[in-house]
């Protein structure tokens, strides 16, 4: 069978395992996927609202997505993420054909492996937000200038697409890291010249760009009176870099931590693999760029006061080609970096226990979900396949570790989308709530005081009104006999004592308690 073909078939089983199997219930997904459902609801194309309030924390590109994909299968989990995952099987296809064009197949197809075997890949095209969309657009205007630049200029073309797509996505990250990226890699080549400037075609890119990048920004800036761009620009991207957010600390390397987590098993092999890139960076240049890729990343997000996951994830799929390369050295048995490799096998042995030990005992100390502990026998998929594939690997049948391992995360990716998380799911507070609400309080009107889950607004498919007062809490159930309120434990104390709690439940892996009052 064609290596391509057979990488869109796996990816397809890894992106798709049980995409609607679990409800829209984290705080990102819940937003974005809410926005978009109540967008298509109003007919809204310019104005992203969540719960009836302005939402400056994205550009629209995912909420349109979401409203195509909303039309055509039903507001539904499987369609707030349909597009994450098709974005996950076009991001396998325009890394195997690049890296095929530029470094060979059997480079290609390993590389694609070492993609398919990653978790957090796998996590972030199960999800409804923006990120799954800016890694392939990321990649496409990487792939398209490095090509453009050194073969076909007509690739540029595309470069300024993908860098607009991408500004439609999550904003100036789109084009500034791409920015740096290719002024490092051209002055570290032969330097920034008169002659690299009129390569670039930058007046047509700019035309290309503006028209199809700003119209939107300057529609919403018009319709807002400039509101959401003060919010997105200063807030969410300026603030987010320079002063911690939502608690997500960063810390020097953080980047770095992830993107060794999110390539593994494989990025055990990355000193070896970088010091291969380093020997051959004169000889190929792609290396060389796909490494000032992961450089930019690691250093620029390193000085972020606000850090997730998902922040370095665009530099993913170019950390995975320089590991492929490596992969194919050792296939081939070209690599003389081979003599330590012992130690790389331990650590990922090491890591395999010690994250099945990690995930029993963080389910051990929510109270909730402590009863799922016996569920955690997937985990035992990654210690056997790392010792299976280390054996495979001493009989010297180097291509069969490669498959072993890579088999043995993406099978273990498999049974937690459609076994282990499931369950966890089960237990979130929204989804033990709603068949109560459904049940018993079907028609009563609710309102969500001050601060509530927002999963409740995708979950009900409804705005919810917001009151933010005691008082305007006592004034409503003095008027209505029929209302359902929606909060958090913590703000129990302020509400009128005629209230009558029906429902408490810990929000997953927080510290915050949903609690439902009636009258």
Request: charged share 15%; net charge positive.
């Amino acid at each position: 069978m064609n290596r391509l073909y057979l990488v869109i078939i796996i990816s397809s089983f890894v992106y798709f395992s049980n995409l609607g199997g679990s409800s829209i219930y984290f705080l990102d997904e819940a937003k974005n996927a809410g926005c978009a459902m109540e967008m298509l609801k109003n007919g809204e194309w310019i104005i992203p609202t969540f719960n009836n309030q302005l939402r400056t924390d994205k550009p629209p590109l995912h909420y349109y997505c979401m409203m195509v994909s909303y039309a055509l299968f039903g507001v539904t989990p499987f369609a707030a993420r349909f597009f994450s995952a098709i974005s996950g099987i076009l991001l396998i296809i325009l890394v195997y054909k690049n890296t095929k064009q530029l470094l060979g197949d059997s480079i290609a197809f390993y590389t694609s492996l070492v993609l398919l075997s990653s978790i957090q890949l796998t996590i972030q095209f199960h999800l409804a937000v923006p990120d799954p969309y800016l890694i392939l657009f990321i990649s496409w205007s990487l792939f398209s200038f490095f090509k453009g630049y050194h073969t076909d200029q007509k690739q540029l073309t595309w470069f300024y697409i993908a860098s607009a797509l991408g500004f439609l996505t999550k904003g100036l990250i789109a084009i500034v890291l791409p920015g740096l990226i290719i002024l490092i890699f051209v002055a570290f080549t032969e330097g920034i010249t008169w002659r690299f400037l009129k390569k670039l075609q930058i007046g047509k890119g700019l035309i290309l760009f503006t028209l199809l990048a700003l119209p939107w920004y300057a529609a919403v800036g018009f319709a807002t009176d400039g509101e959401w761009l003060l919010g997105f620009f200063i807030e969410h991207n300026l603030e987010r870099y320079t002063s911690t957010m939502e608690g997500h600390r960063g810390f020097p390397f953080a980047p770095l931590v992830i993107l060794i987590a999110a390539l593994l098993p494989f990025s055990v092999f990355l000193i070896q693999s970088l010091s291969l890139v380093w020997k051959e960076r004169k000889e190929k240049p792609f290396l060389l760029f796909c490494g000032i890729v992961c450089f930019v990343f690691i250093v620029f997000f390193s000085f972020s006061r606000t850090i997730l996951p998902s922040y370095p994830a665009p530099a993913i799929p170019f950390l995975a080609i320089l590991i492929g390369h490596y992969l194919h050295r050792l296939v081939t048995n070209e690599s003389k970096s081979g003599t330590n490799l012992w130690i790389s096998f331990a650590v990922h042995v090491t890591i395999s226990i010690a994250l099945a030990a990690a995930a029993f005992i963080g389910l051990k100390q929510e109270e909730t979900m402590s009863d799922l502990s016996s569920s955690l026998w997937i985990f035992m998929v990654l210690p056997l396949g790392a010792i299976t594939g280390w054996y495979v690997f001493t009989r010297r049948n180097v291509s069969l570790f490669i498959y072993v391992w890579s088999g043995s995360w993406i099978i273990f990716g498999l049974l937690c989308f459609y076994f282990t998380y499931p369950l966890i799911d089960s237990k979130n507070p929204v989804k033990s709530s709603l068949s109560q609400i459904e049940q018993h309080h079907p028609d009563r009107r609710m309102v969500g005081y001050r601060i509530f889950n927002p999963a409740y607004v995708f979950a009900l498919q409804k705005t919810i009104e917001v009151v933010d007062t005691p008082g305007g809490i006592q004034e409503l159930s003095e008027k209505e006999k029929n209302i359902l309120i929606i909060t958090r434990g913590k703000y129990l104390k302020e509400l009128p004592a005629n209230l009558k709690v029906i429902y408490r439940g810990k929000d997953l892996f927080e510290n915050h308690e949903t609690v439902l009052l009636t009258n």
